[in-house]
């Protein structure tokens, strides 16, 4: 019997687990190990509010690709939403929490359906530490001692804590006022309102905190620190399709080329009062092409000059909520600095952040209760500090991309690359890790077909 070994049981290690379960023809197990009993939620959809909300419609979120209203009519099906108007839901913004139901309620139905099938699961609420090729196949090392043997192995790993950012002082971040994952709820609790907090980030994930704060009872002032100090944008142009830039993409990709088109277009979208987003939005479908299409050095200048754009036409929230942050800065509860931080002291009480403000173009000193570190999952693996992905880089069974931002690995297989840049048999990766090879490899929308996929593919007995 086929022992199929996944690490990680978020949205994307789950899936692959349900679409191998709906379509194989033959007996097999799943070795399901992820440290968190939830199967199915990951970090995303374990949020500690309930105002915690997707940022992507209704519609849009279903879990499977051929199925394109899954979500929505289960959510119909929902007592608190079953007299719901069909269109609205389709078009608003649910709670994080509920999708996590959601995939929960898929999950226990791929159960029945093994139950049916030869298909055995064993969840093991571990992490993976190490993997080893063995003559008969990969060895796995769990952290409570655990070995097992799989035929095939997935590392859908996902998201990882945010990384620290550069400062003198690294002894503060082994500090009580220090908060590295945002997605906790200890961000939010044990505070007082005396002195204000400073948020590092200033995308998707400090919205959440400033809710989760105000949720806890928190009213002191709020500081967020980035590079651009870029205003967060709200979803503004819902149900806009904008065709024309996809219909002019031009066979030989090339940065200079895609930017010059662009720009062509945004200029043509303004003349009706509209902005980028639906030209980004409209591009989705190409970008993972045009990604492979550009060469290292291109990747490197968007990268350097570009993705702070792209991430805010791309991670945009509700516009009720964009009218509350909005609120909070007109009420100076909220400032957005465009900056950096220079350093961190640790005082008796409470801490100092020292940061430069590019606006007032002066260094400024602001004592705050606490710091929480907002600026989205680490990509760098010699950063994250995750011992599995170090050891299989040491063994050199994976290898990062060129930019650092994922796994090298065969797009079509999701088979990783090793140090000589050789397919690994039956060692796979998906989601968050193929963001160097895909460059847009994050939402629900790309993770489900990639998920099929790869679960198609290793059932394929007539692969190579
Ligand atoms: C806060 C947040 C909100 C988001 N909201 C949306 C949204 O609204 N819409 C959308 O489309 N996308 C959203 N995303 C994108 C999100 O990344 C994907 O939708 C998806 O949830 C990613 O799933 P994943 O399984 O790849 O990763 P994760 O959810 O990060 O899951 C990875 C799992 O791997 C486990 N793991 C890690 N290392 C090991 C190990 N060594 N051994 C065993 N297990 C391990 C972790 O415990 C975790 O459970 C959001 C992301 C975040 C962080």
């Known amino acids: 019997m086929k022992k199929i070994g996944i690490i990680g049981c978020g949205f994307s290690g ?24 939830d199967t199915g939620k990951g970090i995303a959809y374990t949020p500690y509010s309930k105002k915690h909300l997707l940022n992507v419609v209704t519609e849009k979120m279903s879990a499977f690709k051929h199925d394109t209203a899954h979500f929505l009519e289960w959510v119909l099906q929902q007592k608190d ?10 078009q608003s913004f649910l709670p994080r929490y509920l999708y996590g139901a959601y995939l929960q309620n898929i999950w226990q139905e791929a159960l029945q359906e093994a139950e049916t099938k030869q298909c055995k699961i064993t969840r ?35 998201n990882h804590t945010p990384g620290n950012v550069k400062i003198n002082n690294t002894a503060f971040y082994e500090s009580e006022f220090y908060f ?25 994930t400090m919205v959440d905190t400033i809710i989760g704060l105000h949720e806890k009872g928190f009213s002191n002032e709020i500081y967020s620190i980035s590079n651009n100090g870029f205003n967060i944008l709200p979803h503004r142009h819902i149900g806009v399709q904008y ?40 591009l989705r479908p190409y970008t993972q092409k045009i990604w492979q299409a550009l060469s290292d050095k291109e990747k490197k200048v968007f990268m350097g000059r570009l993705r702070h754009l792209w ?52 260094e400024r000193t602001i004592k705050v209760a606490r710091v929480i570190n907002c600026t989205g999952p680490e990509t760098n693996l ?11 880089i040491e063994k050199g069974y994976i290898t990062q991309d060129p930019l650092r931002i994922g796994i090298n690995a065969n797009p079509s297989s999701f088979e990783v690359l090793n140090r000589e840049a050789q397919s690994m048999k039956h060692l796979y990766t998906l989601g968050g ?32």
């Open 14 to 37: 789950t899936m692959v687990a349900v679409h191998l379960i709906r379509n194989t023809t033959e007996a097999m197990e799943l070795i399901m190990i992820d440290p968190s009993a």
């Open 81 to 90: 939403f079953s007299d719901s108007d069909r269109n609205i839901l389709s």
């Open 433 to 464: 890790n193929l963001k160097g090879v895909l460059w847009e490899s994050t939402a629900v929308n790309e993770l489900r077909d990639q998920a099929e996929r790869l679960a198609i593919h290793i059932l394929d007995t007539n692969r190579s």
């Open 311 to 362: 991430g805010l036409a791309r991670h945009r929230i509700p516009l009720h909520i964009h009218d509350y942050i909005q609120q909070l800065r007109i009420h100076n509860k909220l400032h957005i600095v465009a900056g950096k931080i220079i350093d961190i002291e640790r005082n008796e009480n409470d801490c100092s952040v020292r940061y430069y403000d590019k606006r007032l173009n002066q």
């Open 124 to 158: 093991m609420c571990d992490a993976a530490t190490d993997i080893e090729y063995i003559d008969d196949g990969i060895k796995l090392y769990l952290k409570d001692g655990i070995e097992i043997v799989v035929d095939e192995c997935v590392i859908a790993t996902g």
């Open 243 to 282: 065709k024309d830039l996809a219909n002019e993409l031009p066979s030989k990709i090339d940065l200079l080329s895609i930017l010059h088109l662009f720009n062509k277009h945004i200029k043509k979208i303004k003349k009706f009062g509209l902005s980028a987003e639906p030209i980004i939005d409209s």
């Open 180 to 204: 590295q994952n945002p997605w906790k709820e200890s961000t939010v609790t044990n505070l007082d309102s005396s002195l204000p907090v400073f948020i590092i980030g200033n995308g998707l």
């Open 382 to 392: 010699e950063k994250a500090g995750h011992l599995l992905l170090k050891k299989a």
